[in-house]
């Protein structure tokens, strides 16, 4: 076994996948509230609409998506 490679234990896989999800949620809560500097007026479902606006110009931009 590889010393250095990521421990397939299922706790540890469990840990890896939470962290995942930790990371995500803290980069659409950031990219939120850089929306809402932008839009200080905005609701909910507006943040929400400029959100997915700024992730599909992203996809866009780095699969070349129409």
Known sequence: MN???PSMEPQA??????QFFDIRQLCIDLALEGIRL?????????L?????QRLALGRKGKWGAP
């Open 3 to 5: 010393p250095s490679a």
């Open 38 to 46: 932008d839009h200080p007026n905005a609701d909910a479902t507006e």
């Open 48 to 52: 929400l609409r400029l959100l997915r």
């Open 13 to 18: 896989v469990a840990r890896r996948i939470q």
